[in-house]
């Protein structure tokens, strides 16, 4: 008797870095979709939208859509994951991936970001430091990038909450709460 494939069920994975002010860390499992590609394609299969899929696509989109430029991605799961997926990609080499290092606490939502470098000072200074056009002037945009991040993180020593231009900050023109 030939052997009959068995139906799926499907999973969710919740990945999500500093969504939760008060126990932020408990509430993530970066390892989630590694787990789930660690086991053969008939076993368990992975499928993320087409915006966040790099290995997807064909070589010619991958390649419109980064191009020969260097790319910084911050991605709320384990970096190494996004290097997996497109480590035969053209380009490799440019891709910047910060990601969940199991670096948390009780803490903000900013803060938490910023232990596992993915806040916006250490994403910046990651641009800085990889954009050719700015190696002129990328020690002075470094050091006030490095000052802001000391300054948030020092106020979130001191208060308990993040710095009020990131816990009040909202898309231009936007109507919708966070």
Avoid at 99 to 118: E, K, Y
């Amino acid at each position: 008797m030939a052997a009959r494939p068995t139906t799926s069920s499907p999973a969710c994975g919740y990945t999500q870095c500093a969504s939760s002010v008060n126990n932020a860390a408990s509430h993530q499992d970066p390892g989630f979709i590694d787990h789930v590609l660690s086991k053969r394609p008939e076993v368990a299969r992975v499928y993320l939208p087409p915006d966040a899929n790099p290995h997807g696509i064909p070589d010619i989109e991958y390649v419109a859509m980064f191009g020969p430029a260097p790319v910084v991605f911050a991605f709320h799961g384990y970096p190494w994951l996004i290097h997996q997926l497109t480590y035969r990609r053209h380009g490799h080499h440019l891709l910047h991936v910060h990601g969940f290092r199991d670096n948390g606490t009780t803490t903000t939502p900013s803060d938490m970001c910023a232990l596992n470098g993915i806040d916006r000072y250490q994403l910046a200074m990651t641009a800085v430091e990889h954009v050719p056009r700015l190696s002129g002037r990328a020690g002075t945009l470094l050091a006030m990038l490095a000052e802001k991040l000391d300054a948030a993180l020092a106020y979130t020593r001191q208060t308990g909450e993040d710095l009020p231009e990131m816990s009040d900050w909202r898309w231009p023109g936007g109507t919708a709460e966070r």
